[in-house]
């Protein structure tokens, strides 16, 4: 059976950052695109970012233009772990984060057919 486990989550002062991980077990890792979505009450899970399963030429990463430049996703597949670095934090990023596995490296949902079970990050202002 997939499990995805998330950790890093936390609380932060605005401006600061975080680096939340994603250890992925029960398949090869390596196979699969990963996700980090984002989620706060009464909304939508939305996409934050997503990492391809890679070829010789490197890794294709996306994001959501509301982390771009301020978020990096990368992967280890020797640790079967999905990272998403967190710098420049705003109150707006408070959210549970939640990573994914999937075929493709989608910003939907139906994308990713394993979640995890989420990690909390808040951001005070």
């Known amino acids: 059976q997939v499990q995805l486990v998330e950790s890093g989550g936390g609380l932060v002062q605005a401006g600061g950052s975080l680096r939340l991980s994603c250890v992925a077990s029960?398949?090869?890792?390596?196979?699969?695109?990963m996700g980090w979505f984002r989620q706060t009450p009464g909304k939508e899970r939305e996409f934050v970012a997503a990492?391809?399963?890679?070829?010789?030429?490197?890794?294709?990463?996306y994001y959501a233009d509301s982390v771009k430049g301020r978020f990096t996703i990368a992967r280890e597949n020797a640790k079967s772990t999905v990272f998403l670095q967190m710098n420049s934090l705003k109150p707006e990023d408070t959210a549970v984060y939640y990573c994914a596995s999937g075929d493709l490296p989608g910003r939907e949902h139906a994308s990713y057919d394993f979640w995890g079970q989420g990690t909390q990050v808040t951001v005070s202002s």
């Open positions: 990492i391809d399963a890679g070829s010789w030429s490197g890794y294709h990463t």
């Open positions: 029960g398949r090869t890792f390596e196979n699969y695109a």
